[in-house]
């Protein structure tokens, strides 16, 4: 059984940082690209990074987050600094075949909180 699994979630103060990590198991997913996406309140969920080939990340946490990979650990991480309240969300990883398409990420999260107070 497949499973992706995130910590490292919680609550923080504007300008300090939280490093998630998605650790997978049965499987290993080398090779294949791995995101995060976010989801806050009354909104539709967003990608945020990702990390296959290359790195992508949304414009609005570019210079801020950075994702990398672990693929002995099979495991994927983001490192979030400077956040601001608006990052405040519920904050997936995922596994798929493609890094900017949700729609071919298969494997998903049960999500962490990531909470910014001002």
């Known amino acids: 059984q497949v499973q992706l699994v995130e910590s490292g979630g919680g609550l923080v103060q504007a300008g300090g940082s939280l490093r998630l990590s998605c650790a997978a198991s049965g499987r290993s997913f080398r090779g294949y690209p791995m995101g995060w996406f976010r989801q806050a309140p009354g909104k539709e969920r967003e990608f945020v990074a990702g990390i296959g080939r290359t790195t992508r990340y949304a414009d609005s946490v570019k210079g801020r987050f950075t994702v990398s990979r672990d693929n002995e650990k099979n495991t994927v991480y983001l490192q979030m600094n400077t956040l601001a309240p608006e990052d405040t969300a519920v904050y997936y990883c995922?596994?798929?075949?493609?890094?900017?398409?949700?729609?071919?990420?298969?494997?998903w999260g049960q999500g962490t909180q990531v909470t910014v107070s001002s």
């Open positions: 995922a596994a798929g075949r493609s890094l900017l398409n949700e729609a071919l990420y298969t494997y």
